[in-house]
């Protein structure tokens, strides 16, 4: 024990003699500056499994740079917006007047605009539309001569199967 402890260096330390349950002693133990023991050092992870980790505790999807910031919306983006939002607008509008003649009644089929969300407005505007092809073209038919009125017929026929197929993938 004497001889361990004079040839110690800087971070070195020594564990004591212990006893055993049958009685002899262990030897005592120089352990070196910066030594780990097996059962404490990390287990290697290689850099796909830290990375499924990471991605795992994100809560953005990769890529994701929240401090990008975007662009300011110029004047025309912001005009043209303002259009479309009229329109949809003027298009729901249409489409409860169009009911409420139909109904009598404008509660019964229609719910309130700010109950309905994006694609319930989107659904609203083409069946409006299609209600208004249909109305037109009764209107329609009985003033053109019988050569237009085909031609007419099949032009709305064309107009309601694509709203129809618009409607049915919303």
Known sequence: M?????TLEEGE???????RPDGTLRKPIRIRAG????????????KGALWRKETQTQEVPPGYDPVVPTKPKTKSVKKNER???????AALEKGKNSEA????NMEKGVLPAEDLGC????????ASQMN?????SNSSVGLADSS??????????????ALKKKVSSV
């Open 101 to 104: 003649m139909e109904d009598g």
């Open 132 to 136: 208004e092809l249909a109305v037109s």
């Open 148 to 161: 237009n009125m085909e031609s007419q017929l099949q032009d709305i026929d064309k107009r309601i199967r």
């Open 83 to 89: 259009k479309k939002e009229k329109r949809l607008q």
């Open 2 to 6: 004497a001889d361990l402890s004079k």
């Open 13 to 19: 330390r020594i564990v004591t003699p212990s006893r």
């Open 35 to 46: 030594y780990i023991p097996q059962d404490e050092v990390a287990v290697y992870q290689s």
């Open 119 to 126: 694609a319930s407005e989107s659904f609203e505007s083409l």
